[in-house]
């Protein structure tokens, strides 16, 4: 009865390291998404997928990749920190019928 | 592309009281909306959804919306607060069709129920 499961809890970074936040469901749905959390600003769109093999941008992609190889795993890959990519993420996933994202308990990152 | 507002970043109400958040939305398609509650340092939860059946949509908690098309909005309402509804909510829609996929949210509104 896992759901989505999202690790690390907790991560600081120096500017200009990378790092992968992980994300895996155990619902078997084929959609799966990546947001951010800012104060104010609600939570925005990084990247989303639609099926193992293809994913695409959403509204604030710039600085992440991801990769969809199994309908699991879904991680967020920080290709080189900023202080602008401080914020809470946010992993989720949706099965096909506008049924509504299940989310995962956060990864809360800071960049220093 | 679809939008959606809210209405007052806080809302404070004494327990007992009416809870009334609002949503408006924007959307070139009928759209899919939602009403997700997070808890502090919790992740989002869903608490009521509209997929184009019934236009008053019973959710958790005691919670309900009606979507008004007209108005293009889905306000979330609850009949009288508790002091466990004290969260921030979110608003969030999506376009039907082959775009249903991809959630927008509104900015949210924190709720503050006094005793």
């Known amino acids: 009865n896992a759901g989505v499961t999202q690790t690390p809890k907790f991560q600081v970074l120096k500017t200009g390291q990378s790092m992968t936040l992980q994300c895996a469901q155990d619902?078997?749905?084929?959609?799966m998404s990546w947001y951010r959390q800012d104060p104010g600003m609600g939570l925005r769109l990084i990247h989303y997928s639609v099926g193992a093999g293809i994913t695409d941008q959403g509204e604030v992609p710039n600085g992440y990749n991801v990769s969809r190889s199994t309908t699991e795993d879904f991680p967020l890959r920080l290709l080189s920190a900023a202080p602008s990519q401080t914020s809470v993420y946010f992993c989720?996933?949706?099965?096909?019928?506008?049924?509504?994202?299940?989310f995962g308990s956060g990864t809360r990152l800071t960049v220093v | 592309a679809q939008s959606v507002t809210q209405l007052g970043s806080h809302v404070s109400v004494s327990e007992g009281a009416l809870v009334l958040l609002r949503c408006n939305y924007s959307?070139?398609?009928?759209?899919?909306l939602f009403w997700y509650v997070q808890y502090p340092n919790q992740g989002l939860q869903l608490l009521l959804k509209y997929t184009s059946a019934a236009t008053l949509v019973k959710g958790i908690n005691g919670f309900e919306a009606e979507f008004k098309k007209s108005e293009t909005s889905f306000h979330l309402t609850k009949p009288s607060a508790h002091m466990s509804d004290a969260a921030e909510y979110f608003c969030?829609?999506?376009?039907?069709?082959?775009?249903?996929?991809?959630?927008?949210f509104g900015a949210g509104t924190t709720v503050t129920v006094r005793a």
């Open positions: 969030a829609v999506s376009a039907g069709g082959t775009n249903d996929y991809k959630l927008s």
């Open positions: 989720a996933s949706s099965d096909r019928q506008g049924g509504g994202y299940t």
């Open positions: 959307s070139s398609v009928p759209p899919y």
């Open positions: 619902m078997n749905h084929e959609y």
